[in-house]
């Protein structure tokens, strides 16, 4: 699935790369030659023209403070989602991304619904299958509602209502699940999520 991803993400990326370069061609090299005709000119230039023109000139004369910037953020930013509230801001960023969002989620709890469910068939007690579920689902928000899942169960609240109230699994898998509980065969169900 990662290589599909990968695969059908490449054509888009380099339109992206592609298209950014020709801007910054354009800026640097272009429109200089027209900043030239426009002085020749003596008219007055339209706000647009005028601040393009500056962001040109600006590109030209401070190009490696420009580059400097955006190394330092992707820098920082890397250096941020190492950490656990950088890893929850952009965990919670992808699952809003619209159509790759609902992707990440699917996966996520297809991982949550078939790691569960294996537990549970081999006999593992549930607390501690949701313990060991938390680690290996790869979205920290889905994690740690994991986490308030298991204290929920710990209280002797089932599992589909607290995946419900959780707000991050989507409502098929809910309904598979509280099936599953009502019927005894909570297992089997998770498996087929």
Not at 43 to 49: E, H, K
Not at 74 to 82: Q, T, V
Not at 161 to 174: M, R
């Amino acid at each position: 699935l990662r290589e599909e991803i990968r695969s059908a993400l490449i054509y888009p990326l380099l339109l992206v790369a592609v298209g950014g370069g020709a801007v910054a061609f354009l800026l640097t090299f272009v429109v200089p030659r027209f900043t030239q005709i426009f002085k020749e000119m003596g008219q007055n230039l339209p706000l647009p023209t005028i601040i393009l023109l500056y962001i040109s000139n600006l590109l030209r004369k401070y190009w490696w403070i420009l580059l400097g910037l955006v190394l330092l953020v992707i820098f920082g930013l890397r250096r941020y989602l190492k950490t656990e509230a950088g890893r929850s801001w952009w965990d919670a960023l992808v699952l809003k991304i619209p159509l790759f969002g609902s992707l990440v989620q699917k996966i996520a709890v297809s991982r949550f619904a078939r790691t569960l469910g294996a537990l549970l068939n081999s006999g593992v007690p549930i607390l501690q299958a949701l313990t060991i579920v938390k680690d290996s689902i790869g979205n920290e928000v889905i994690a740690k509602s994991t986490a308030t899942i298991r204290e929920e169960v710990k209280r002797g609240k089932g599992i589909a209502k607290p995946l419900k109230d959780s707000g991050v699994f989507p409502q098929l898998a809910i309904h598979m699940m509280t099936v599953g509980e009502e019927t005894g065969r909570l297992d089997e169900l998770l498996i087929k999520v």
